[in-house]
């Protein structure tokens, strides 16, 4: 079918690069982060640049730490390290003054840059210039920003039906870039606007949408400084949201206890050194967890259920003394049959189903009982499953009976991902758009925006796979690598007529690609923006609802790098030309324009222009918050639903696909993941020893993993094994590199997220030798 390369996760044996074994950390951060953060950012973008970048991430009047969506402090900001290790890294690999012009096209063919792992590729450097790679050429060849806008436009405005083009975004785009894409989207005529989200927290959304009328968190920083207990389930802070950790460890030292849920036993979770104390530079902090419940992978539903069910014995022992009647009575609705349900289930039961001894639950149940300031925090280990969208609602029903939620201490807390994927939902990057978005988008604009729902990542891929949807455009990721099913989503991708990719840096997706291809080159959020000859900032919304705006501080690496908004509105203007009934030249002058239609279109966002230069930002208003349920009957709603974990069968493990320690998503820092005592090498399987025996293997021996869901093999080679401490029957290994065993046909009731972290598979003995 193809002339185009293999790749590497999906079509060839992987090579290997020398395992190193440690012993795991039992606690994260302190001096060693800084250490480390240091030297990356050194090595990437040198001294000054690296200082300058360093001395202005995440502080007021600076920019926004392009890595994960934890929040800043709205008071006092640690001048000197407001955040954390892996923020560094991903200044660094943005900040690199590695710039890839049209001669590094000319030298390296596609088939050649194939041939690099995901980590080499990605530390090739920015795309310094827009570059096009016509049908059948090996190389991608350099072209003007105008005729590349041409090009895609005459695509855009070929198809038979503007649903025939697919519009993907990443969770960096700001929210202004945002609001313009979708829009521009719109007008051309399409809802096709898939994103990341659909692959991460869309469970939550749709989960606490249906149970509390808005799909982010409840909470806020403050929040954690009062709570009294949280629980933080399928999440690994000390990697992916590290800053987090120093707000649990304020909290613990308030008097909160924390509970944590999870497969593996995480360094960060277990302990943490806050480097920015003297006592943790010198190793002398604190044990974080209290409780650590070692669930069986997506055990979490019967854990939550267990602990209600016993919540509920002691309830009935001491009504009043457990549950909050009064919030019950007046703000839920389902109370009677969540109670109906519960009281017919076994706690011995539901205990055995989530793999943590009851006994366990006991004392989580203890820890629960009279308490009302309950925080819950939940990430990927939560939302990648196929009943993810009922186990957050599960989450919910907890808190509801203890009226945790709406109140100081207490809440939701689904921590994000991307930086600024939550804003880039506000502002309506959403393939099933709200109705107050599309009737507020006609009363400004006067246009009749597409009313049927687009596709979202998932049904994108099916469609481009079955010839529906020809033009593929994505603001920002790496859709290739990102996505399940990688040999499925390639021939996807391939089958396109035109693939573009807005991007900082290069990556596999640039490499797998239609039958002609556009790389559109950006600005990364670390660099100063001077459309329109001013200096512009843009605004992000985290993971607490709270927006700030982000000034990048660095020289782009070339003249030739567009901003976001930049690009959306000459796009627009190419395709859409006299169609329009926009004046896209004004966005390009000034983002205050922009941000003055966000402020009329979006909810919430009204004097945006004034709120935004606040030096901490803004809230935006959230009803939970507030006990103000948006839901249909105005009510927070119990949910019922039975407790099931898949079934395996006959040599069948749960496999969980989740990050290193030296990766943002698919880009690859590096090869170690020091926490897990893991160096120098990305295709390891952590399984549990005695399952490692019991199969007939050893450790350190060579195994492929494959899936048969659909009567398709799906083979990833060349994995070694590590024992591990995880519980029986349940495996990791690292995304991107197993996404080829990911089916596509295998995702998330109602969320449609791909099920990441229990993919059901086997092992063999590896069958190439190495
Ligand atoms: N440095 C860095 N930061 C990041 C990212 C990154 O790649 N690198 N990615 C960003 C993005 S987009 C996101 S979405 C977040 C992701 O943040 P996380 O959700 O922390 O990321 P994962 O590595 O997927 O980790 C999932 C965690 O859930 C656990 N887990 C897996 N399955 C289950 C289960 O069934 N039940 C329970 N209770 N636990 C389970 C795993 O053991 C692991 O600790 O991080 C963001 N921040
Ligand atoms: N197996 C498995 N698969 C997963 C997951 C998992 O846990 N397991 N997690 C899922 C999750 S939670 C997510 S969020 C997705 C992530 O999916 P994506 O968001 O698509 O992937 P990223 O790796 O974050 O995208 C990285 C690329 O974005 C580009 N980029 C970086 N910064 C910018 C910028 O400022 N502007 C533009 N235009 N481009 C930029 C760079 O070219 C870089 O190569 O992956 C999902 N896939
Ligand atoms: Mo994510």
């Known amino acids: ?60 009047g600076g920019f926004d730490c392009p890595s994960c969506a934890w929040p800043d402090p709205d008071g006092h900001r640690s001048a000197i390290a407001e955040y954390c290790e892996n923020g560094a890294k991903a200044v660094a690999e943005e900040a690199t003054e590695k710039a890839l012009f049209a001669d590094f096209f000319a030298e390296h063919s596609v088939a050649d840059l194939a041939q690099l792992s995901d980590r080499d590729i990605g530390k090739q450097g920015r795309v310094a210039e827009p570059m096009y790679l016509p049908a059948g050429a090996a190389h991608y060849q350099p072209i003007s920003w105008e005729a590349a806008f041409d090009m895609i436009a005459t695509h855009l405005n070929s198809l038979q039906s503007p649903d025939e083009a697919v519009f993907y975004t990443s969770g960096r785009t700001s929210n202004e870039a945002a609001f313009l894409y979708q829009l521009f989207v719109r007008e051309y005529g399409t809802n096709n606007l898939p994103d990341c989200s659909n692959m991460c927290h869309e469970s939550s959304g749709v989960a606490l949408l249906e149970s509390v009328g808005i799909g982010k968190g409840s909470v806020t920083l403050e929040d954690f400084y009062e709570a009294e207990v949280i629980i933080v389930m399928g999440q690994n802070p000390g990697t992916n949201h590290p800053r987090m950790l120093t707000a649990l460890q304020q909290a613990h030292r308030n008097g909160a206890k924390i509970i944590a849920v999870n497969p593996l036993p995480e360094a960060g979770l277990m302990g943490f050194n806050n480097p920015q104390t003297l006592k943790g530079a010198l190793g002398m902090d604190s044990q974080l967890t209290d409780l650590f419940l070692q669930v069986k992978l997506n055990g979490d539903m019967a854990l939550l259920q267990a602990i209600e069910r016993l919540l509920l014995d002691e309830e009935e022992k001491q009504p009043g003394s457990v549950f909050d009647h009064p919030f019950i009575n007046e703000h839920t609705e389902g109370y009677e049959a969540l109670i109906q349900h519960l009281r017919q289930q076994n706690a011995s039961k539901l205990a055995a189903l989530s793999g943590v001894p009851l006994a366990q639950i006991q004392e989580a149940v203890s820890l629960l009982k009279h308490k009302s300031k309950i925080i819950i925090c939940w990430a990927m280990g939560l939302t990648q499953h196929a009943n993810a969208v009922d186990t957050i609602r599960e989450v919910v029903n907890l808190l509801l009976l203890k009226g945790s939620i709406g109140k100081p201490g207490a809440g939701t807390c689904p921590v994000r991902g991307h930086s600024n994927v939550q804003g880039d939902r506000t502002m309506g990057i959403w393939e099933k758009p709200p109705k107050y978005l599309l009737d507020n988008i006609k009363a400004r604009f006067g246009f009749e925006p597409p009313h049927h729902h687009g596709f979202d990542t998932v049904e994108a891929i099916r469609a481009m796979h079955e010839g529906r949807a020809h033009v593929f455009f ?21 089958r396109c007529r035109l693939t573009v990719h807005v991007s900082t840096k290069l990556n596999r997706s640039h490499l797998v690609h239609g039958r002609e291809a556009l790389i559109l080159p950006t600005l990364g959020r670390s660099d100063r923006d001077l459309t329109g000859g001013t200096d512009q900032f843009v605004s992000c919304e985290n993971s607490m609802g709270v927006v700030q705006a982000s000034r990048g501080v660095l020289e782009p690496v070339s003249d030739q790098l567009l901003s976001e908004p930049a690009i959306v509105c000459r796009l627009a203007k190419a395709t859409l030309a006299g169609r329009t009934r926009i004046n896209w030249d004004t966005y390009e002058q000034h983002y205050d324009f922009i941000r003055n239609e966000i402020a009329q279109v979006i909810p919430g966002f009204r004097d945006y222009n004034e709120k935004v230069r606040q030096p901490a930002g803004f809230y935006l208003p959230n009803g939970a918050r507030e006990r103000k349920f948006n839901t249909r009957n105005g009510k927070a709603n119990f949910n019922v639903a039975l407790a099931t974990v898949p079934a395996l069968s006959e040599g069948e493990y749960h496999m969980m696909t989740i990050r290193s320690h030296d990766q943002f998503n698919t880009t690859i820092y590096g090869l170690d993941d020091r926490y897990r005592g893991v160096r120098n090498e990305r295709r390891v399987v952590f399984m549990n020893p005695k399952d490692i025996s019991a199969a007939g293997f050893t450790p350190g021996e060579v195994v492929d993993i494959y899936n048969t869901t659909d009567g398709k093999e799906r083979v990833a080679r060349t994995f070694i094994l590590v024992a591990y401490d995880i519980p029986p029957r349940c495996i990791a290994t690292y995304f991107p590199e197993a996404n080829v065993l990911v089916p596509i046909s295998t995702t998330a009731s109602k969320s449609n997220t791909p099920v990441y972290k229990t993919v059901p598979v086997k092992l063999r003995k590896g069958e190439v030798a190495i």
């Open 474 to 494: 994505a603001m920002g990721g790496n859709f290739l690598s990102a996505t399940p099913d990688t040999q499925f989503t390639a021939e996807a991708l391939r």
């Open 1 to 60: 079918m193809t002339t185009q390369p293999p790749i590497p996760q999906a079509e060839n044996p992987a090579r290997l690069t020398g395992l190193k074994l440690d012993e795991p950390y039992v606690v994260a951060a302190g001096m060693e982060a800084v250490a480390v953060s240091m030297k990356t950012v050194y090595e990437e973008a040198g001294v000054n640049r690296g200082l300058k970048a360093l001395f202005k991430l995440n502080q007021k």
